[in-house]
């Protein structure tokens, strides 16, 4: 693995870890656990602009209530996350 998708792995998980708020953190570090190893370089780009958004719009997008121009397959990744 080259490092750079490495650094982007170690950040993603960094930020989706320490979120402020102990339910957000176990929400989105657990969500990030399960996938983060099956996705390419782009599908980690886009994941990483999706936990580095807040954390309303998080929780909303796992919903389906809020529509993002982010990757469908990490999307959907989250929303049958939220449903489990």
């Given at each position: 693995m080259n490092s750079n998708k490495q650094n982007l792995i170690n950040k993603i998980k960094y930020r989706s870890h320490y979120r402020g708020t102990k339910e957000m953190d176990i929400f989105l570090s657990t969500f990030v656990d399960e996938i983060?190893?099956?996705?390419?370089?782009?599908?980690?780009?886009?994941?990483?602009?999706?936990?580095?958004?807040?954390?309303?719009?998080?929780?909303?997008?796992?919903?389906?209530?809020?529509?993002?121009?982010?990757?469908?397959?990490?999307?959907?990744?989250?929303?049958?996350?939220?449903?489990?």
């Open positions: 983060i190893n099956d996705l390419n370089l782009n599908e980690l780009e886009q994941l990483n602009n999706l936990v580095n958004l807040n954390d309303e719009e998080i929780i909303s997008i796992s919903k389906g209530s809020l529509k993002i121009d982010i990757d469908e397959k990490i999307l959907n990744f989250l929303i049958n996350f939220n449903n489990k």
